[in-house]
């Protein structure tokens, strides 16, 4: 499954972006997804996540701010972030784990939050 994150780009802070995760494969049959984001000179770390049920689950850093979804109709998961941060400021990639195998990684949209 091939994974083609977009939306990245330059916002000041308190804007707001929505990033897109197009799935070439059927993302009903992932049993989560999720949205990680990688500062320079940071280790990678998981932003939010969305099981194939629906449950959510985000870092503390982004609750409140950012909403993760996905439309199982398009193959498409999406992270709305609102009221960003300088913080906030990383390549974003987007991560699916299938039932059976590894699990597939976009190719990351740098998201940058400055005045």
């Known amino acids: 499954v091939q994974l083609q994150a977009s939306g990245g780009g330059l916002v000041q802070p308190g804007g707001s972006l929505r990033l897109s995760c197009a799935a070439s494969?059927?993302?009903?049959?992932?049993?989560?997804m999720g949205w990680y984001r990688q500062a320079p000179g940071k280790q990678r770390e998981l932003v939010a996540r969305?099981?194939?049920?629906?449950?959510?689950g985000y870092a503390d850093s982004v609750k409140g701010r950012f909403t993760i979804s996905r439309d199982n109709a398009k193959n498409t998961m999406y992270l709305q972030m609102n009221s960003l941060k300088p913080e906030d400021t990383a390549v974003y990639y987007c991560?699916?784990?299938?039932?059976?195998?590894?699990?597939?990684w976009g190719q990351g949209t740098l998201v940058t939050v400055s005045s």
């Open positions: 991560n699916a784990v299938p039932a059976y195998g590894p699990s597939s």
């Open positions: 969305i099981s194939s049920g629906g449950s959510t």
């Open positions: 494969g059927i993302i009903r049959s992932f049993i989560v």
